[in-house]
Structure formats: structure tokens, C-alpha cells
């Protein structure tokens, strides 16, 4: 059991890196995959942050060294997107930009896990996947696909993140019923959010540019900020669901609720646990 004054840490942590997204406003580069591209960005606008879709190679030595950090999601990959992705993630990097990793739909084709696994030598902060990516990116293996959706639950992947964690040296944060964020050593629990938010396409993608924003403005604390992050979007999912009709008006109300969030709702509903 966790004891009050632990909770009452975590709680008062989220809200102190809710209230720096909102008031240092990241800027946020984000290449990530055409389905997510609009749920991400107003995600980011909704928690205070500044999201920019810049995809192109020829505008990264440009752009890249202004962000305060970058989301890549392999969602929707093809040959011609990879090299933005290693340049934006080289220069992140090199310039100490902290930056998110999505596998998404890492199972999917060789040529996607081949991708992954490169990405990954580039030094992410953070990989956020669901259960079976971050087990098929751990085992370097694509098994069995269900596209970017998982077949397992979050809470059965904790092994493969520790090891990918201790491979990789990123903190890595698996989606699910419990979120889960290890840096290796440490596994932490998040309990909020809701069954729904699976119902809706890239929301997995909009936590992990919600990760980035978070990570901007508390690089040194990685595995605090994810953790805070993740708590912040599943609270926005249950109080969206408590005014929804199903995934659809969810959507809509997991925008508006996270653009809301107060103190008080936030300090009530942070549900975290240390598992290990
Ligand atoms: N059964 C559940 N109960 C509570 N919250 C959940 C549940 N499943 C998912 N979530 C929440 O939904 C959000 C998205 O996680 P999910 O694991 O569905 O992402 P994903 O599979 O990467 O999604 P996508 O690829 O569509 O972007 C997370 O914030 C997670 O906490
Ligand atoms: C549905 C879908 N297909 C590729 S990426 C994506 C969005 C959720 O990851
Ligand atoms: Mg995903």
C-alpha cells in the first residue's frame, strides 16, 4: 500500500509539472503518423504546450534546434519519413533535447522493427508503447500483429520494459489499463484513465506527445515527468467520460477536460503506485 504522504507526492508533482506546460508553453516538434496528426496537436494545445508538425529533412537543421522536444512515432512509415526521424532525433540528441519514441505498430513488417531498432540507438529519453510493442521492441522480434493495436496487457510487459529500459538506457512507458514507467530499476503504476480511450484512434499517440511536453520541462526527471503525464492524460479521460456518449463526444471532452484540469480534481484523482 502506498502510504498518504507517498501519494500525496505524486499528486503534488503532477500538478507542479501540469502548471510548467502551461506556463513555459514547449514548443514541441512532433513527426508522427497521419492518423494521430490532429488528436496530437490539440492534445498539446490543451495542456498549455505548442505542438509543430515539421516532417520534412530539408527543415530540420533549421527547425529542430528551436524545439524543447521532439515526439517521432513510426504510425504510418514509410522509406521516405525515416531519414527525418533519424535526423530530428540525431540533432535532439546531440543539442540534449530530450526526445519520445513511439513503436507504433513495431510488429507490423521487418522493415518497421529494422526502423525501431535504429531509432532506438539514437538515445530517446523515453519509448512510450502499448503491452506488445514494448515487448516485441524489447525481444527485437515481431511475433504475433495486431497492427497498433495490443494483444497484452500493459501489466504483462513489465520485464520487457525493465530490459529494454537497462538495454536502451531510455525510461520506457508501456499504455494500458495501468501505465506503466520504468527506468530499469524503478516500476511505477499509473491507475487513471479509462477503457474508452481505447476506442479511440491515437490517443496512445497523444500521450506520448504529451510525454515530450512534459519532458521539456523537466528533462532531468524523466521517469517523473512521464509518470506525471500519464496521470494528467487518464485523468482527462475519466472526467471526459463521466460527459460522453462513447468514443466519439470522449474525444471531444478529453480535449476540453484536459484544458480544464484544476488543482483540486487534479490533486484528488492522481492515482499512482509504486509496483517495483
Ligand atoms: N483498459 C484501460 N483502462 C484504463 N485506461 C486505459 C485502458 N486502456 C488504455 N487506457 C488509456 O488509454 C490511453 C492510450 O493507451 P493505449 O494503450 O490504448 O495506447 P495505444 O495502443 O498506443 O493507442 P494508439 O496506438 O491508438 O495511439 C492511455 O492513457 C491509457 O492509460
Ligand atoms: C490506426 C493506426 N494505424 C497506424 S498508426 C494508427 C494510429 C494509432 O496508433
Ligand atoms: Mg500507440
Not at 471531444?252 to 517495483?276: A, F, P, W
Amino acid at each position: 500500500m502506498e502510504s498518504k504522504s507517498e501519494q500525496n507526492e505524486w499528486s503534488s508533482g503532477v500538478w507542479a509539472h501540469l502548471t510548467a506546460v502551461r506556463q513555459q508553453s514547449p514548443l514541441v516538434q512532433c513527426i508522427t503518423n497521419f492518423v494521430s496528426m490532429d488528436l496530437v496537436a490539440n492534445t498539446l494545445l490543451s495542456a498549455g504546450a505548442s505542438p509543430a508538425m515539421v516532417h520534412s529533412v530539408v527543415e530540420i537543421p533549421d527547425f529542430t534546434p528551436h524545439i524543447h522536444a521532439l515526439c517521432v512515432n513510426v504510425g504510418t512509415l514509410t522509406p521516405d519519413w525515416l531519414p527525418s526521424m533519424k535526423a530530428a532525433a540525431e540533432l535532439a540528441s546531440k543539442l540534449g533535447k530530450p526526445w519520445v519514441l513511439d513503436p507504433a505498430a513495431v510488429s507490423c513488417s521487418g522493415f518497421r522493427l529494422k526502423a525501431c531498432l535504429e531509432l532506438v540507438k539514437l538515445k530517446p529519453t523515453v519509448i512510450k508503447g502499448n503491452g506488445s510493442e514494448i515487448i516485441a521492441l524489447s525481444s527485437a522480434s515481431r511475433g504475433h500483429t495486431k497492427g497498433a493495436d495490443s494483444s497484452h496487457e500493459s501489466t504483462d510487459a513489465i520485464e520487457a520494459a525493465k530490459s529494454l529500459a537497462l538495454s536502451s538506457g531510455a525510461v520506457v512507458a508501456v499504455s494500458g489499463a495501468v501505465d506503466i514507467v520504468t527506468d530499469g530499476k524503478q516500476v511505477i503504476g499509473v491507475h487513471n484513465g479509462t477503457k474508452m480511450m481505447q476506442k479511440i484512434t491515437a490517443t496512445g499517440c497523444s500521450l506520448a506527445g504529451l510525454v515530450a511536453a512534459f519532458l521539456a520541462i523537466d528533462s532531468s526527471r524523466a521517469l517523473e515527468a512521464t509518470v506525471s503525464a500519464m496521470s494528467v492524460f487518464g485523468i482527462a479521460g475519466e472526467l471526459g467520460e463521466a460527459m460522453a456518449n462513447g468514443p466519439g463526444s470522449l474525444r471531444m471532452h478529453l480535449i476540453d477536460s484536459l484544458y480544464g484540469l484544476d488543482e483540486t480534481t487534479v490533486l484528488k484523482r492522481v492515482n499512482i503506485t509504486r509496483l517495483g
